[in-house]
């Protein structure tokens, strides 16, 4: 019995140890970290346990109101960007490249970019990867098991903001102000708002 004791004894003392050394090694780069860190992780860990789809995870995605068309919605997001001064730099028709290809017809995807050239430069200068996320991108996809109806996605930005060491003050808010924005032009789009 005192073996056994002793055995459990030294297991705890292992784990203390172990904790401390952790905290001490973990716990001051932890503390760079935003904020906000745990949550966005946490959601993440959530969306990938119910979707098992890390690209799921990693994308905001809006449904568009039925009766809304595709001309509408990618006019609606020019609208909605251009009264944000959220300057619209270009659209891809991924579907007739497709369709080019093939000699086929496609669904309807079509990748819509914008910019705000001052928080890009902000990124930039903070750091070269960051130009990664620019333009940002909307694309417009006609749901392949219902034609006709049609969907909104974009890279979700609250990782670059959130997930690791805290940004600078002035970038986190312009990024913050960023993401917003393209939520807002996405949902009012999707419901057909000009």
């Known amino acids: 019995m ?3 004791r002793n055995l459990l004894a030294l297991v705890g003392l292992l784990a203390v140890v172990a904790g401390a050394v952790g905290y001490g090694v973990v716990g001051p780069m932890l503390g760079e970290f935003d904020a906000e860190y745990v949550g966005v992780y946490t959601q993440f860990a959530e969306k990938l346990i119910k979707t098992k789809d890390p690209g799921a995870t990693m994308v905001y995605s809006v449904p568009v109101k ?4 595709v001309e509408d919605v ?3 997001l020019k609208s909605l960007a251009a009264e944000r001064n959220f300057l619209f730099v270009g659209e891809a028709p991924f579907y007739k490249q497709v369709e080019a290809m093939t000699g086929k017809p496609y669904r309807h995807i079509a990748f819509m970019s914008f ?3 001052k928080v890009g430069k902000m990124m930039a200068e903070y750091n070269d990867v960051y130009t990664a996320f620019m333009p940002c991108r909307i694309s417009v996809v006609e749901d392949k098991a219902k034609p006709g109806k ?4 974009t890279m979700s930005l609250d990782m670059m ?5 805290e940004l600078p003050p002035e ?3 312009e990024a913050q102000r960023i993401w917003k924005t393209i939520q807002e032009i996405m949902n009012g789009a999707a419901n057909g708002q000009f």
Do not use: N, P, Q, T
């Open 115 to 117: 910019c705000d050239a």
């Open 150 to 153: 049609y969907w909104l996605h």
């Open 66 to 69: 039925e009766g809304v068309s």
């Open 2 to 4: 005192a073996v056994i």
């Open 74 to 76: 990618k006019e609606s």
């Open 171 to 173: 970038l986190k808010k």
């Open 161 to 165: 903001i959130h997930g690791g060491k």
